[in-house]
């Protein structure tokens, strides 16, 4: 669409590929699913989006310049499902929002790419303590056949309910366009990033591939890490917040 392009940095056939939308969402659940797709398997950088209206900045790593918004893949390898995942940095403002989920799809279209999968947070109003509650994830298709892959490997459907962002246009966009979106929307804390929900999704995302096995285990490790973190600061914060104690006279002086 115009004021927002896609370079391919890298030529590759992504004919029957699944694609990840790893635009940031509540407790960062697809930038973590997005960033752990790329780093676990391997995924080279095949191209970028880019617009005049992103943010004007350079991510750097490992001493490589990056674009804010990035396009990852695999190569074709018999007896493993392809990916490519989308991944940035920033949160896209709503003007920008159509724009890109549009140019997302129609670039999947154009790459003839099977399935767009959107991970997403689902906001939870729980009193619970991270790591003590049971994470449901639920499902939303844009098609009836990405409905019935849902139902397939019984996953919850998401029934009612609002679905914003680039997500939310995917699904609008694949139902207009008859083209297999699925959302997955995982109970996450919108406080902090939230790796346990993230791996509650990479769990989900495993039973939708065919062939690729995918092993949530390290987000887990990272959610304790994360979890021991936020106990620490709660319970600094908790001390904090008692009264000094008054000092006591001595009456040995």
Request: negative net charge; hydrophobic residues 40%; glycine residues 6%.
């Amino acid at each position: 669409m115009e004021g927002i392009q896609i370079y391919e940095l890298k030529r590759m056939d992504l004919r029957d590929a699944t694609v990840i939308d790893g635009f940031p969402s509540v407790g960062l659940v697809s930038s973590i699913v997005a960033n752990y797709l790329i780093n676990a398997l391997g995924l080279q950088q095949i191209g970028i989006m880019d617009s005049a209206y992103f943010p004007t900045v350079s991510l750097v790593r490992n001493g490589e310049p990056m674009n804010p918004v990035r396009i990852y893949a695999g190569p074709k390898q018999e007896g493993a499902d392809q990916l490519v995942v989308f991944i940035s940095e920033f949160q896209p403002p709503p003007n920008l929002v159509k724009e890109i989920a549009s140019t997302v799809l129609d670039w999947a279209l154009d790459q003839k790419c099977n399935l767009l999968v959107c991970p997403e947070g689902l906001i939870v109003d729980s009193e619970d303590a991270p790591g003590e509650r049971e994470i449901e994830v639920y499902g939303i298709g844009s098609t009836e056949s990405s409905m019935e892959l849902l139902r397939k490997n019984k996953v919850t459907i998401f029934e009612e309910g609002v679905i914003t962002g680039v997500a939310g246009v995917l699904l609008n966009e694949g139902r207009k366009k008859d083209f297999d979106v699925v959302t997955l929307l995982s109970e996450a804390h919108p406080e902090y990033p939230d790796a346990r929900a993230a791996a509650r999704v990479i769990e989900t995302i495993n039973k939708l591939l065919l062939h690729t096995r995918l092993d949530a285990k390290p987000l887990y490790e990272e959610a304790e890490r994360i979890e021991m973190q936020l106990k620490s600061i709660h319970d600094q914060t908790e001390a904090a917040k008692k009264p000094a104690q008054p000092i006591r006279p001595s009456m040995y002086g």
